[in-house]
């Protein structure tokens, strides 16, 4: 849950910056679909089948998990700023400008929307790369539920992210005007 809170702190942090934040459906989308699902799943591995002769860590504040936190935290954080200022850098990249005036928000962007989904592919990273096996828990694969429900996820942003335009899905303000913007104006 560290690892899942951090990354979303990083991509809250990073969206603040332009003053957006993630709209409400993609809130839902992390916290009750992809989070509530891989977590319920995750904690159905049995033990590994042999008693493995030395315990496991027991203190929360070691060099390995204080390490292992913060090379995590490092490599995502670099990845999400990574993708923040890519977007930009793109042709077709129209800044985000806070409404003003208006009682309806618009948090519609193209840096909260890369962002985003970058950081949806990193929490379903981080349950895999947590769900260590032997030798104090049976392998990733022995909890076939859990390996379904990470393929179904997998395979949902896949296909939000990669079909978006067929299903004439607004994922930027500017996404109706993608037509037009290789056209020079007068």
């Not at 089948?49 to 030395?54: A, D, F, I, M």
């Not at 315990?55 to 490092?74: F, H, M, Y």
Request: a positive charge.
């Amino acid at each position: 849950m560290a690892g899942y809170s951090l990354t979303q702190f990083v991509t809250v942090m990073l969206l603040y910056y332009i003053s957006n934040i993630l709209t409400d459906g993609q809130f839902m989308y992390i916290d009750m679909f992809l989070i509530t699902l891989l977590a319920v799943l995750f904690g159905n591995t049995a033990a590994y089948e042999n008693l493995c002769p030395t315990p496991p860590p027991t203190r929360l504040l070691s060099v390995a998990s204080i390490c292992s936190v913060l090379g995590q935290l490092a490599i995502m954080g670099s990845t999400q700023l990574l993708v923040f200022l890519m977007t930009t850098t793109q042709p077709w990249f129209v800044p985000y400008t806070a409404p003003r005036g208006s009682e309806t928000e618009d948090k519609r962007s193209m840096q909260g929307t890369a962002v985003f989904y970058v950081s949806v592919f990193q929490y379903i990273t981080l349950v895999v790369v947590y769900s260590k096996g032997p030798p104090y828990r049976d392998t990733l694969y022995s909890n076939r539920p859990f390996c379904a429900s990470i393929a179904f996820v997998t395979l949902v942003i896949f296909l939000f992210n990669f079909d978006a335009e067929k299903r004439k899905v607004v994922t930027s303000k500017t996404s109706v005007r993608t037509n037009v913007h290789h056209r020079q104006l007068p």
